[in-house]
């Protein structure tokens, strides 16, 4: 059985990684599997030391394949804000609901036209005895100026993609792991993961 373990607790991810997976006959574990890990601090400056963070220690932990997760929401008109500190945004009263409202506050006034962002992703693979790769991937879009759609997660209802006219949270799960930054991320990770599985498989 083919299986791949994400350092991640966030829900959310783990259902997009599970769906993305199982179309491939893989099964995915995460951190909410392996609860005797200890939370990892998230002390990096860029979204790649992240995930690099997340996927060594987990993979030291286990001594297994691991893939590493970090990822948010970038505002031009914040200067790039939330940026890493996206799932932490509001605070002490940090919640996908407060995080978002708080990016809401911040661009009231500001004109659609300005209100360009792009989601973020950086995936670390951790393969115990190898280097750690990186990938990223990107996805464009709009701040709405309210919530539209109940789907994903995080900032999802108030991120528009022009492209295909409606939020992120408007999206079924097919459409958002065709289009997202996780998805696009995970394409460039595919070959090295491929390779990695087989071995995996035969040994
Ligand atoms: O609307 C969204 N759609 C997405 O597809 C998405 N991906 C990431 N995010 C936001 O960015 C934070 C990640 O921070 P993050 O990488 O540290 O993850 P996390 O702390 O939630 O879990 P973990 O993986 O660290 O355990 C998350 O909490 C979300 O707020 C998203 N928002
Ligand atoms: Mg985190």
Request: proline residues 3%; hydrophobic residues 35%.
């Amino acid at each position: 059985m083919k299986e791949v373990i994400i350092a991640t607790k966030n829900k959310g991810k783990a259902r997009e990684f599970e769906e993305i997976f199982s179309s491939r006959g893989i099964t995915v574990r995460t951190l909410l599997d392996f609860p005797e890990i200890p939370e990892v601090e998230e002390t990096g400056t860029t979204f790649e030391e992240n995930a690099i963070l997340k996927a060594e220690a987990v993979s030291r932990a286990l001594n297994k394949m691991v893939i590493g997760d970090d990822s948010g929401l970038m505002v031009d008109a914040l200067d790039g804000r939330p940026g890493i500190f996206s799932a932490r945004y509001a605070g002490e009263q940090k919640n996908d609901e407060n995080n978002t409202d708080k990016v809401l506050l911040e661009l009231q006034g500001v004109p659609e036209e300005k209100r360009t962002a792009r989601f973020y992703c950086a995936l670390a693979i951790a393969v115990p005895g190898q280097d750690t790769k990186t990938v990223s991937g990107t996805c464009e879009g709009r701040i709405l100026e309210e919530r539209r759609g109940t789907n994903g997660f995080g900032y999802d209802p108030v991120f528009f993609v022009p492209e295909i006219g409606r939020s992120m949270a408007e999206l079924s799960s097919d459409e958002k792991n065709k289009l997202s930054h996780r998805a696009n991320a995970l394409k460039k990770l595919d070959v090295v993961l491929d390779s990695i599985l087989e071995r995996a498989d035969k040994s």
